[in-house]
């Protein structure tokens, strides 16, 4: 499995961005958003089950953040909605071979980061 995250990007508080996460490969496997700012630790941002019925989420972004999956396209998208400055940070996307976690260090395969920028 390989993962090419995108969409980051520079935007305002309050402002919105959708993120996508291409897989190769065999991929119905639990997807996973995981974030890193500066300085500070990679942290759970929203993972979603192998049929996409199931997700989860950080408390700090519960009912702004969407995670969602096209299975039949191989792709995984995080929706993000009502951006704040503290929400700026490396994404990265993460495949699981087990079942749903919000760990990252029980993700086997990840991509390769894509950066949002929220300025207040």
């Known amino acids: 499995v390989q993962l090419q995250a995108s969409g980051g990007g520079l935007v305002q508080a309050g402002g919105s961005l959708r993120l996508s996460c291409a897989a190769s490969g065999r991929t119905l496997y639990v997807m996973g958003w995981f974030r890193q700012a500066p300085g500070k630790e990679r942290e759970f941002v929203a993972a979603?089950?192998?049929?996409?019925?199931?997700?989860n989420y950080a408390d700090s972004v519960k009912g702004r953040f969407t995670i969602s999956r096209d299975n039949a396209k191989n792709m995984v998208y995080l929706q993000m909605l009502r951006l704040k400055p503290e929400d700026t940070a490396v994404y990265y996307c993460?495949?699981?071979?087990?079942?749903?976690?919000?760990?990252?260090?029980?993700?086997?395969?990840w991509g390769q980061g894509t950066q949002v920028t929220v300025s207040s």
């Open positions: 993460a495949v699981r071979f087990g079942e749903l976690a919000v760990t990252s260090a029980r993700y086997d395969v």
């Open positions: 979603i089950s192998r049929n996409g019925i199931i997700s």
